[in-house]
């Protein structure tokens, strides 16, 4: 291996509850809340041919955070987020590109990367699904997280789950 170069091993758990951050190429975009449907479609595709839980997700304007409950036995998540990313790219027009998007034949829409956190126990998941819920108001996009549409907190308080008044910070 050459040495300055970083090589990434994920964790080889199967059915693993999972946080992620993905984030826009462009940042401060908000190309996200924009075409929050094409997002919504691409997702719902993915997760019908390669089922995973939904625990918790907010897509801001140029990045979206997520908990994910993995099948048993599946770890395949890195193909799932391929398949998100290519399927709401593929409608949308190109963004501008460096040389090396243009080589790889890539929109330019999308961070090559994403972080995730394989969550540890009870604690560290309520910490990462309240930070899901958190993150507009950290971000000063609204006051409360119940304000911000395009969160699963919504979901939650609908199914009685979660108070109305929550308000994340």
Same mark, same amino acid.
Do not use: T
């Given at each position: 291996m050459l040495m300055g170069m970083a090589r990434y091993v994920r964790p080889k758990w199967t059915g693993a %509850?999972?946080?992620?951050t993905l984030c826009l190429a462009a940042r401060?975009?908000? $190309? $996200?809340v924009q075409e929050i449907a094409a997002l919504r479609s691409a997702v719902a595709q993915t997760q019908a041919e390669r089922p995973f839980g939904i625990a918790?997700?907010?897509?801001l304007p140029d990045h979206l955070h997520c908990v994910w409950q993995m099948p048993a036995g599946d770890r395949a998540y890195? $193909? %799932?987020?391929a398949m998100i990313k290519g399927r709401f790219s593929?409608? $949308? +027009? +190109?963004?501008? %590109?460096s040389h090396s998007k243009i080589r790889k034949g890539e929109k330019g829409i999308w961070q090559r990367r994403f972080w995730?956190?394989?969550i540890r126990d009870e604690a560290?998941? +309520?910490?990462h699904v309240a930070y899901c819920w958190g993150n507009p108001v950290k971000h000063g996009l609204v006051r409360h997280a119940v304000d911000w549409p395009y969160s699963s907190i919504h979901r939650e308080i609908r199914l009685g789950w979660v108070a109305p008044e929550w308000g994340g910070g």
């Open positions: %509850r999972v946080f992620f401060g975009s908000d $190309l $996200l918790a997700w907010v897509v890195g $193909l %799932r987020w593929h409608g $949308l +027009a +190109a963004q501008p %590109r995730e956190h394989h560290d998941y +309520a910490a």
